[in-house]
């Protein structure tokens, strides 16, 4: 893969032109998003231009000792001062998603506004008016796999440092299940030796991410995992619900359901895995599809549930109560299936 003079000449333009730049990943952030946004952050700081973070919704815990996360404006806590820093930007980085929608409400006023888009991602078919530059490549792992190729295309090596590694590093980790699937690139570990080489602590880090927990999280996980796992045995297929009322009970915070889909698919003979949560009570349901192999979920999620994301791991949306979201995947995915 390799990374075009002409995008890195304009980005270089683009850059140097802008006043301040905004960068911004979209809603229900994890690590390769955080990430993102927070390497170049540091990058772009260490280049000595002016850059600011802003996200759609609230930050999971486990992403916060990254630096940088402190200034991080997050725009449904903090509207108006939001909206005032998206007016003035002179550029705008998107990370991390493929349509302007995934930002959600904040989608409203992006579109209105002026200031040039880049968009640096690596999820499949890209709404091509989300930005006028698009370093778009789904081959590789993550958006901060792809981060740090186009920082080193542009030859900034040498202002990526020790934090800037580690928000890098972050998001390949996070977005590979610790470099367990959509990593098999010989690549992908060069890029993961540069990073390590910037002197990043590895082992703090994944204490980071994922021995972080709080206890009502391990609890919700145990909970869901004894409770709520349904095997429809003869499609391969587990998948887990969780309601509003258990949410509560467990006290959830942003982030504490993230790898909950990916515990159907440890089961032997399981290779389609989904997870419903209900966000808002008889109103909304957030749904995480993961697959292996040719299983498009992605595809599946499209059609039925307003979504999208890669062909192994995917994600969609039911405006409608628990249950119904459930019965409209056990009606749909067999047919669906048997059409591959
Ligand atoms: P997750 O299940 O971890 O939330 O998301 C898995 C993948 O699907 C990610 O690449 C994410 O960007 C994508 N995704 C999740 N939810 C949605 C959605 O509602 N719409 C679209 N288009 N993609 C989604
Ligand atoms: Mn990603």
């Known amino acids: ?178 470099l367990s699937y959509n990593s098999s690139a010989p690549r992908t570990y060069r890029v993961v030796g540069e990073l390590v080489a910037r002197g990043i602590d590895k082992d703090k880090i994944h204490k980071e991410l994922f021995q972080s927990n709080s206890l009502e999280r391990m609890r919700l996980l145990g909970h869901v995992l004894a409770n709520n796992l349904e095997v429809i045995d003869n499609l391969a297929t587990a998948y887990i619900t969780i309601s509003k009322d258990e949410l509560d009970k467990y006290q959830y915070r942003p982030g504490d359901t993230e790898g909950f889909v990916n515990y159907p698919l440890a089961i032997k003979g399981m290779d389609i895995s989904a997870l419903f949560t209900e966000k808002e009570k008889d109103k909304f349901v957030k749904i995480s599809f993961r697959s292996r192999s040719n299983i498009p979920v992605n595809k599946y999620s499209e059609t039925f549930f307003s979504g999208g994301g890669h062909l192994n791991a995917a994600g969609g949306e039911w405006y409608g109560k628990l249950d119904e979201a459930v019965q409209r995947f056990r009606d749909t995915f067999p047919e669906f299936l048997s059409r591959l």
């Open 1 to 178: 893969m390799e990374i075009n003079k002409g995008q890195l000449d304009t980005f270089r333009k683009l850059i140097e032109n802008a006043s301040s730049i905004v960068l911004i990943p979209h809603k229900n952030t994890d690590g390769d998003a955080i990430g993102s946004v927070l390497g170049w952050w540091n990058l772009l700081k260490n280049k000595g231009y002016e850059a600011s973070v802003i996200v759609p919704d609230e930050v999971p815990a486990n992403l916060l000792w990254m630096k940088g996360a402190g200034e991080i404006i997050v725009y449904e806590n903090n509207q108006s001062l939001a909206e005032r820093k998206l007016r003035e930007a002179g550029l705008f980085i998107l990370l991390d998603f493929n349509d302007i929608e995934r930002c959600g409400d904040m989608a409203e006023v992006i579109k209105t506004l002026k200031a040039p888009r880049i968009l640096i991602d690596h999820h499949p078919e890209p709404d091509i008016r989300i930005a006028s530059l698009l370093f778009s490549e789904t081959e590789v792992s993550s958006t901060c796999e792809l981060s740090f190729l186009i920082a080193e295309a542009l030859q900034w090596e040498d202002k990526l440092d020790t934090h800037a590694a580690e928000c890098f590093y972050s998001g390949v980790i996070t977005d590979t299940g610790s």
